[in-house]
């Protein structure tokens, strides 16, 4: 990718009008940004939503939104078109090309797969591509999707080795409370540990995407983890994404990204990989993993649950059950008890705990 990388994503709520069609005007505010930081030599990459709502307004003849996943699915089809012809639209003005990439979770869960998604990214901004990235809702199943694109947008600011990660919605940023039950509700503009903030998310306003405070903050944490300062901004602004950039007053909530970043792999064990069952460990084991750097052996588990194969994902939990860690098994729970010797090795774990 080039030297200076952002991703920006952008809610249903923001891409689309009240009428469910595309908004053009929204669309075009932010080609315009993004256009102008290219010629300062940071390049963007798009992660947007919209397409089931742009899908609806076409076919749905003003009936309501339906609630049957497949048929979700379907109407997807039918709106990715009509997104991505703004998005080009958009972008045409400024003579920059635009690719589009749909991801599936597979692309983030197994490791070549990965890299390869990550090669094709790098290889269409070498083209001078704009990439716009949405989920593969027409085919992918309900069981294993991302769920919103707030994650998505942080799995793939870690993928692309971002130095922001910028979520346009329709509100200020990060409030003190939610402004409709309280009207003192203030702007919360910098943030050092998402965790502080989290009893603070709500649900989503619009009623139209999947998202909410809750998933921007689990980006945020996914983002700030690995390195990657995370900025929840208002997509209406004149100047939505050079304005969340700038750091100025009133410009949005800005997370600040944590000093000790996660290596790219270990950001990818930590947030991309689904855990497949969980290892509980004892007090010795808990201490040896978070103060000393150790790897996780058999004799200080004291049980585990889910079924998982040498190589899957797991969950460790500390003697109370809180979660302190993360990382990819050298046993299979069916062999689970047979083993004596390392079930997770250092190199392969990642601790979750803010130390």
Do not use: C
């Amino acid at each position: 990718m080039a030297n200076s990388v952002i991703v920006v994503k952008v809610g249903t709520s923001s891409v689309t009008s009240g009428e469910g069609k595309v908004d053009i005007d929204a669309l075009a505010r932010i080609a315009r940004d993004i256009a102008a930081l290219r010629e300062k030599g940071t390049h963007a990459v798009v992660v947007t939503s919209g397409a089931i709502t742009a899908g609806w307004s076409q076919i749905g003849a003003g009936k309501a939104r339906p609630t049957d996943t497949l048929l979700l699915q379907a109407v997807s089809a039918v709106g990715q078109p009509l997104l991505m012809a703004a998005w080009r639209d958009a972008f045409d003005p400024y003579g920059l090309p635009v690719a589009q990439v749909l991801l599936a979770p597979s692309e983030f869960r197994t490791r070549g797969l990965y890299l390869q998604a990550r090669a094709t990214l790098e290889s269409l901004d070498l083209l001078g591509a704009v990439t716009i990235i949405n989920e593969n809702d027409a085919v992918v199943d309900e069981e294993i999707r991302f769920g919103d694109n707030d994650r998505l947008a942080a799995l793939v600011a870690n993928m692309v080795g971002a130095s922001h990660l910028v979520l346009l919605t329709d509100t200020s940023g990060l409030l003190t409370a939610d402004p409709r039950l309280d009207p003192t509700a203030t702007l919360i503009e910098e943030v050092r540990a998402v965790e502080e903030v989290e009893s603070l998310a709500g649900e989503s306003s619009s009623g139209v995407g999947s998202g909410g405070m809750s998933s921007k903050l689990a980006a945020a944490r996914m983002a700030t983890w690995s390195g990657i300062e995370t900025v929840i901004a208002p997509a209406k602004a004149e100047f939505p994404v050079i304005s969340a950039l700038s750091a100025n007053e009133g410009h949005g909530t800005t997370f600040v990204a944590r000093a000790d970043r996660l290596a790219a792999r270990k950001s990818w064990i930590a947030f991309a990989v689904a855990s497949h069952g969980q290892i509980s460990v004892n007090q010795g084991a808990m201490q040896a993993l978070e103060n000393h750097g150790r790897s996780l052996l058999r004799v200080g588990t004291t049980g585990f649950s889910g079924r998982f194969d040498e190589g899957d994902a797991v969950d460790i939990l500390g003697p109370e059950g809180q979660l302190i860690a993360k990382g990819l098994t050298r046993v299979s729970s069916e062999h689970f008890s047979d083993s004596d010797d390392v079930v997770v090795h250092r190199d392969d774990l990642v601790l979750l705990r803010k130390s």
